[in-house]
């Protein structure tokens, strides 16, 4: 029983050396790693950048693409987890990080995800891949195309999995992108948080390779990568308080070291920024009254401001502009635009939210007054 306890206590040491908190500072972070990033997962706003753009290998960290093509596939139908899918040769053949799948080996789409996001499974990300577009080759052009559409400048994908392949390259920057893109399916996060599982009815275990999840508070994900050309790489995810981040690291030397600076760039964002919630000015008014329309009082509408992420130095100092005019003239469309709450921290503008018409007021003439007086005599 000693020995027992012994070696828990000295597990424990080698966690809290390996992966060590940082206190709070407003210092920049120092970095191993060669190209880093520091986004709020919400708003795609940049905190902190190193080499953002620069253009690198990103080994596995390649299958949060993949992942987010499979979760829209999901959400559209197109695919089910309790579907059964078929491992290929091409998928069977894949080496690295894998789940042995054999050729003609059948396995459920939810255990197939849960391979992919915690176990790295190389082969089963090309299953995956297979079964929604045919072919591995047809799947990463569309993985060429979502990056496109997400502005992803600096990324040309050639394989699902991120094994070594010239030209496939991505950056920092990129990559927080798409991770951002991923963590909008909140699904993810049931497969990105399990540290240890099983497959093929317990036969196979499974352990994630994102060790955070054991030693970092608020942690939920997301993707490890590494191979011979990309080095230690990592898209780390972690709410505190509303706060939502996304840590990225490539081309870091060892596993530690990448450990250590993705824990080193979520402490300092969770340190020095906060998410700050708006409301609406004690004075917005949800109507404004017609000058010469059919109705006197046009109903307004205007969005929730929502919340915004500052440095925890500015919170409280954000100033709210409430532009809205006493009364509009007819006509009035659904939709036009009647003011807007703009809030700023000095002068920077931090978020505009427009005031719009609610509903549509024809403008007051003898043709309308008459229609109406009509239609009141005969109703």
Not at 186 to 196: G, L, N, V
Not at 251 to 269: I, Q, Y
Not at 314 to 334: C, H, N, R
Not at 350 to 355: A, E, F, G, H, Y
Request: glycine letters at 8%; aromatic letters at 6%; one cysteine or more.
């Amino acid at each position: 029983m000693i020995k027992k306890i012994a070696a828990i206590i000295l597990s424990a040491m080698l966690l809290l050396t390996a992966f060590p908190a940082y206190a709070s500072s407003g210092t920049m972070p120092e970095l191993s790693a060669p190209a880093a990033v520091l986004m709020d997962a919400n708003s795609g706003k940049v905190l902190f950048e190193k080499n953002s753009h620069k253009k690198r290998a990103c080994a596995s960290i390649t299958k949060v693409m993949t992942l987010t093509l499979v979760m829209e596939a999901l959400d559209s139908g197109r695919l089910k987890l309790t579907d059964t899918l078929t491992a290929s040769a091409h998928a069977a053949s894949m080496g690295g990080s894998d789940i042995w799948l054999e050729e003609g080996e059948t396995m459920s789409v939810d255990d197939l995800i849960k391979a992919t996001a915690v176990a790295s499974a190389n082969d089963a990300a090309v299953v995956l891949a297979e079964a929604l577009c045919g072919s591995e080759e047809t799947f990463v052009a569309e993985m060429n195309k979502k990056a496109q559409l997400l502005g992803m400048k600096e990324t040309t994908f050639k394989n699902c999995n991120g094994l070594d392949a010239k030209g496939h390259l991505t950056s920092a920057y990129d990559v927080a992108l798409m991770s951002a893109e991923l963590c909008k399916h909140k699904k993810i996060f049931d497969y990105t948080s399990i540290w240890m599982d099983n497959l093929r009815g317990g036969k196979t275990q499974i352990v994630n390779t994102n060790k955070l999840l054991r030693t970092y508070s608020g942690i939920t994900g997301l993707k490890t990568g590494t191979t011979n050309q990309a080095g230690c790489c990592m898209s780390a995810t972690a709410e505190r308080d509303g706060l939502s981040l996304i840590s990225v690291v490539l081309g870091c030397g060892s596993g530690t070291e990448r450990f250590r600076d993705s824990a080193v760039l979520l402490d300092h964002g969770f340190a020095n920024y906060t998410l700050e919630k708006l409301s609406l000015p004690e004075e917005y008014s949800d109507s404004v009254e017609v000058k010469d329309g059919m109705e006197k009082t046009l109903y307004l509408a205007c969005d929730e401001p929502g919340s915004v992420v500052i440095g925890r130095n500015d919170s409280g100092k954000i100033t709210t502009e409430y532009k809205l005019k006493k009364e509009v003239k007819a006509p009035v469309k659904t939709g036009d635009t009647i003011g807007e709450v703009n809030y700023y921290l000095g002068q920077k503008l931090l978020k505009s939210c427009k005031i719009t018409a609610k509903n549509s007021i024809e403008k007051r003439s003898f043709k309308t007054v008459a229609a109406q007086l009509f239609g009141a005599l005969f109703s």
